[in-house]
């Protein structure tokens, strides 16, 4: 099993920023793509950022150019950037982690963390 356990998020007001830690322990041999999801209230979960195990990135429109998603291969971490933050970000952001295929699940193995909340004030 891959364990992600997450930090950094909090209340910071509109133009602060907040970077956001994720760690991956366990069976960590083979996570390749990491990425950074949110949840609004009463809104689906959405994709923040992705980057893969060889650094290229995707970003939502929405984030673009204020947020970076970054990762340490070494320590296993991946890390979220938060710039000019607006109230429109907050929402609780979830970890994600894809690691090998799952021949049971007929899928890769998805792994989440359990969500950190970030609120930004207006």
């Known amino acids: 099993q891959v364990q992600l356990v997450e930090s950094g998020g909090g209340l910071v007001q509109a133009g602060g920023f907040l970077r956001l830690s994720c760690a991956a322990s366990?069976?960590?041999?083979?996570?390749?793509?990491m990425a950074w999801y949110r949840q609004a209230p009463g809104k689906q979960r959405e994709l923040v950022a992705r980057?893969?195990?060889?650094?290229?990135?995707n970003y939502a429109d929405s984030v673009k150019g204020r947020f970076t998603i970054s990762r340490d291969n070494a320590k296993n971490t991946v890390y979220l950037q938060m710039n000019s933050l607006k109230p429109e970000d907050t929402a609780v952001y979830y970890c994600?982690?894809?690691?090998?295929?799952?021949?049971?699940?007929?899928?890769?193995?998805?792994?989440w963390g359990q969500g950190t909340r970030v609120t930004v004030s207006s």
């Open positions: 366990g069976s960590i041999r083979r996570l390749n793509a």
């Open positions: 980057i893969t195990r060889g650094g290229s990135t």
């Open positions: 994600n982690a894809l690691g090998g295929w799952d021949n049971a699940l007929g899928d890769w193995d998805n792994y």
